[in-house]
T-cell receptor, first 112, second 112 residues
Framework: TQLLEQSPQFLSIQEGENLTVYCNSSSVFSSLQWYRQEPGEGPVLLVTVVTGGEVKKLKRLTFQFGDARKDSSLHITAAQPGDTGLYLC????????????FGRGTSLIVHP | DVKVTQSSRYLVKRTGEKVFLECVQDMDHENMFWYRQDPGLGLRLIYFSYDVKMKEKGDIPEGYSVSREKKERFSLILESASTNQTSMYLC???????????FGEGSWLTVV
């Protein structure tokens, strides 16, 4: 079973601060997705990274896929209260498995 | 716009009742999933289906069954609901070729 470890589990910060969330595994993934889930809603896809070393930006969010495709990070610059939510990473294994592996999530609260 | 629709957002059922959670997707996806999400435990896979009438157990299938009679519809059945099945249930779908998993908005089930 491929496992994804997310850290930290909880983050409580003030508006304007920067933060980084990590997603690590001992396994190699063919692709990795980041989702955000707001309270009472289903997760919504933010980004998919496929190539080792890839960096993608989505406004104030920067996503990076590790060179070895075993880890990823999400960096938020100048966090805002609207960024509050649960951030989940999910990896798709090699060999064409169609069952993604999810991390347990990072719960982020941004205080105004 | 892609759409995964879960029929019930909030349900309250009594112990021992049979519960049906319905999920429909409009993307012609082959793969559909049912997860439950509990605080601190993340997303746990209950069952998945890779084709019509095909089903596979996930990590926590006990107490649940599923039905996939049509490609667009995947139903989760609790034969005899118990209080430890109180949870948020998420349906998801994924195409064969793509690596993005699309979620429904979730169904909050309370068993009393």
């Amino acid at each position: 079973t491929q496992l994804l470890e997310q850290s930290p589990q909880f983050l409580s910060i003030q508006e304007g601060e920067n933060l980084t969330v990590y997603c690590n595994s001992s396994s190699v993934f063919s692709s990795l997705q980041w989702y955000r889930q707001e309270p009472g809603e289903g997760p919504v896809l933010l980004v998919t990274v496929v190539t080792g070393g890839e960096v993608k930006k989505l406004k104030r969010l920067t996503f990076q896929f590790g060179d070895a495709r075993k880890d990823s990070s999400l960096h938020i610059t100048a966090a805002q209260p609207g960024d509050t939510g649960l951030y989940l990473c999910a990896g798709e294994g090699l060999g064409g498995s169609y069952i993604p592996t999810f991390g347990r999530g990072t719960s982020l609260i941004v205080h105004p | 716009d892609v759409k995964v629709t879960q029929s019930s957002r909030y349900l309250v059922k009594r112990t021992g009742e049979k519960v049906f959670l319905e999920c429909v997707q409009d993307m012609d996806h082959e793969n559909m999933f049912w997860y439950r999400q509990d605080p601190g435990l993340g997303l746990r896979l209950i069952y998945f289906s890779y084709d019509v009438k095909m089903k596979e157990k996930g990590d926590i299938p006990e107490g649940y069954s599923v039905s996939r009679e049509k490609k667009e519809r995947f139903s989760l059945i609790l034969e005899s609901a118990s209080t430890n099945q109180t949870s948020m249930y998420l349906c998801a779908s994924k195409g064969q070729a793509g690596n993005t998993i699309y979620f429904g908005e979730g169904s909050w089930l309370t068993v009393v």
